[in-house]
């Protein structure tokens, strides 16, 4: 039996089928290996021959794999009756119904009866060598304490809570209390301003929200709780904001607000019992809502549901990353952001992993932080961003060098493309050329990682920069996006990025907004989920990543991919972003923002047509840039992606135009003033 049971589909395959499925998947007997060993949640396909003919099946027959797989991994109050009901071109998506469960209850309880005294959680604070471990058990306990006190101040099922914290435990808890109580959380990145915090907190319709007196990261205090006190003014919904203190200092405390944990007042927290009823929660019950900005409009609030989230989530960080039991797991992502939903909270969490808490910067107090918090923590698995990267390739190897990297056994980077040269560090220097590094693609609109270089095969080929294949379950495809949208099916191919087939882990909805979910990301190409982004599809089938498509650049009547022409420069400066501008002749062309490399004495004039001659060499004359711009830093989201949105804009000199700035990491607009007083035209 390999489906629940009363389970009922329309594509559900016959035992029969299955088998003929099974032996036309079988290869030889020879090549045969024991899928279960490798994958035990597949353990019903006793007759698939490998793991490259179990992701075949995983998409083939999607239905059976994922039903087995929920069965599987995650513990149900009441299993699903089907497995999913879902039509793409109408942008509806519903896995595992009938299924009831609680996303604590998969994260926290199951672990704490087997192994109360293993470490979830460990805090590497912003002061370095102050680490926190907490157990499983205490972690349901403070987790079970924040859903009491929710409880008791009226939290209700199907409210939405406004989370605004540093990556803390008690962020953590409160974002599985709100799971206990099948309350929706909304994480809002606290390096968000009162406005944007503001915005978010009226869309998602919260009357409660969570924050801390102030927050600390790379030395600096952050005035959080002063932040929640200016949003909420233009916010009639919030009715209570708990505070917890990270730091000593008392904030004012206002009506509306209550002390969480402070010990030496109110004592909120620990009045609470550290038990907590979980509320028992359909599968499309909603889990969270995660705010993202789109090319166009204010930010959406993507969707997440309970199991399909959770089962996803999980799957991925076991495959991907390798992680096996006993792992520490370290993600350095903020859990504002999806990264650090799925890889720091729910997929590691899922799998009873000792999952890491970042708080600081990659260069404080120094550019060897992330390497000493290798060594300290004995880190298995690295997950980090291509920025961050970069930067501290500026430093030097020597900064990784004195520390003991050995624990690591996988680096991972996420967020953006990432250049050939940092990919090449990373593997080299961070990772003494023995550890994979898994370059993964994905979105908050995904929900977990789609495409990776070892997704089921861990001695699986890599090329550097490329995140090569898709996970279990997923089929992308490219299509053209000129046209008329015909599916691409040849290899060594560009398009538009698509995916063919649902899976547990997609985004439901835009808040409030399903009309816009439905025109940005089933309109484009009906029948296909279109992800934004363009990618490239080798010779031998792997994806390669070109970027936004709206960042793709025609040149004469020549694509190119932005990242393509920052690639070839990268090695010369620091950083680069690149942007296409009208231009009168070739209906595009190209124009290059670099920032040079520390302590590099070179000539503007002698490094652009340098930079030129290499493009002009290693792509082709037409992506050779027109304008090269020199400047100190480039406009960055906070989550670390250059806003060449804004760079497009200071190139059409159309400041009145720059849109949305909420995630702009440079609150004052200094480096815009400064790009826009000194451009080349
Ligand atoms: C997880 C995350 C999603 C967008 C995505 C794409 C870019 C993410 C990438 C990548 C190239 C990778 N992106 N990973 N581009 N290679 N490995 O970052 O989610 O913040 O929603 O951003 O980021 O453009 O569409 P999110």
């Known amino acids: 039996m390999w489906l629940p049971c009363g389970c009922t589909s329309k594509y559900v395959a016959s035992s029969f089928a299955r088998r003929i499925l099974a032996s036309h998947l079988h290869v030889s007997g020879r090549s045969r290996c024991n899928v279960a060993a490798f994958m035990p949640e597949a353990a019903g396909f006793e007759g698939v021959s490998g793991r490259a003919a179990l992701r075949e099946l995983s998409v083939s027959n999607s239905e059976s794999f994922w039903a087995a797989v929920a069965r599987h991994r995650l513990s149900w109050s009441i299993p699903f009756h089907t497995v999913q009901d879902c039509d793409l071109s109408r942008g509806k998506i519903k896995w595992f119904e009938g299924g009831k469960l609680n996303v604590s209850v998969n994260c926290l309880d199951r672990h704490v009866h087997t192994c109360p005294e293993r470490v979830a959680l460990i805090w590497e604070r912003d002061e370095r060598g102050s680490e926190m471990k907490y157990t499983y058990r205490e972690l349901l306990e403070m987790t079970c304490r924040v859903g009491n006190l929710l409880r008791r101040h009226g939290v209700k099922r ?34 968000f301003s009162a406005d944007a915090l503001a915005e978010r907190i009226r869309d998602a319709q919260s009357s409660t929200v969570i924050t801390v007196n102030q927050g600390v990261r790379g030395g600096k205090v952050i005035e959080l709780k002063k932040t ?108 504002g952001w999806i990264t650090g939903h799925s890889y720091v909270v729910y997929g590691p969490l899922a799998n009873g992993a000792t999952t ?15 390497w000493d918090m290798v060594e300290r923590l004995k880190i298995n ?54 550890c994979p590094v898994v370059d993964t693609w994905w979105q908050t609109e995904t929900g977990g990682i789609c495409i990776a270089p070892r997704p089921s095969d861990p001695d699986a080929e890599i090329v550097p920069g490329m995140a090569m294949r898709p996970f279990f379950g997923i089929k992308p495809v490219l299509i053209d996006t000129e046209v008329s949208g015909e599916l691409l099916t040849s290899n060594n191919t560009s398009g538009a990025l698509c995916m063919a087939q649902p899976w547990p882990g997609m985004a439901r909805t835009i808040h409030n907004n399903h009309q816009r979910f439905i025109e940005t990301y089933f309109q484009p190409y009906p029948g296909y989920f279109f992800t934004g982004d ?81 493009v002009s060499e290693k792509i082709a004359k037409y992506a050779s840039p027109d304008f090269i711009q020199f400047a100190q830093r480039l406009p960055k989201t906070r989550s670390g992606k250059i806003m060449r949105r804004v760079l497009r804009k200071v190139v059409e000199s159309d400041l009145e135009g720059l849109g949305d700035l909420s995630t702009l990491d440079d609150p004052s607009h200094k480096c815009i003033k400064y790009l826009q007083s000194c451009f080349c035209f």
């Open 158 to 191: 199907g409210d939405c809570v406004t989370i605004y914290m540093p990556t803390c435990p008690l962020a953590v808890a409160s974002m599985l209390a709100c799971a206990r109580i099948g309350a929706a959380h909304n994480v809002v990145f606290a390096g």
């Open 228 to 335: 929640v006190d200016t949003a909420v003014e233009s916010c009639p919904t919030v009715k209570q904001v708990f505070v917890a203190m990270r730091t000593d200092n008392p904030v004012t405390m206002t009506a509306r607000d209550i002390a969480m944990e402070e010990v030496r007042e109110q004592k909120e927290m620990l009045k609470e019992d550290v038990v907590c009823e979980p509320a028992v929660m359909n599968s499309e019950d909603v889990l969270f809502l995660l705010y993202t900005s789109g090319s166009t409009g204010k930010p959406k609030g993507l969707v997440h549901t309970q199991a399909g989230y959770l089962l996803y989530a999980a799957l991925t960080h076991r495959y991907v990353f390798s992680y096996h039991d006993g792992d520490v797991f370290g993600c350095v992502a903020d859990i």
């Open 356 to 370: 890491v808490l970042f708080e600081s910067t990659p260069i404080y107090p120094d550019p060897g932080r992330y």
């Open 381 to 434: 698995q690295f997950y980090g961003a291509p920025t961050a990267i970069r930067l501290l390739l500026k430093y030097g190897d020597q900064w990784v060098n004195k520390y003991d990297r050995s624990t690591l056994k996988t680096l991972g980077s996420v967020g953006e493309p990432i250049n050939t040269e940092a990919w090449e560090w990373y593997h080299r220097v961070v990772g003494d050329g023995r």
């Open 534 to 614: 363009g990618a490239y599809r080798s010779e031998e089938g792997y994806y390669q990543i070109t970027g936004r498509l709206d960042d793709v650049i025609n040149v004469s009547g020549h694509r190119i991919g932005t990242a393509e022409i920052e690639d070839v420069v990268c090695p010369a400066v620091a950083e680069s972003a690149v942007i296409g501008y009208t231009h009168s002749i070739k209906g595009q062309g190209v124009y290059a923002f670099v920032v040079l490399k520390k302590g590099i004495d070179v000539k503007e004039a002698d490094l652009s047509r340098q930079l030129n001659g290499m």
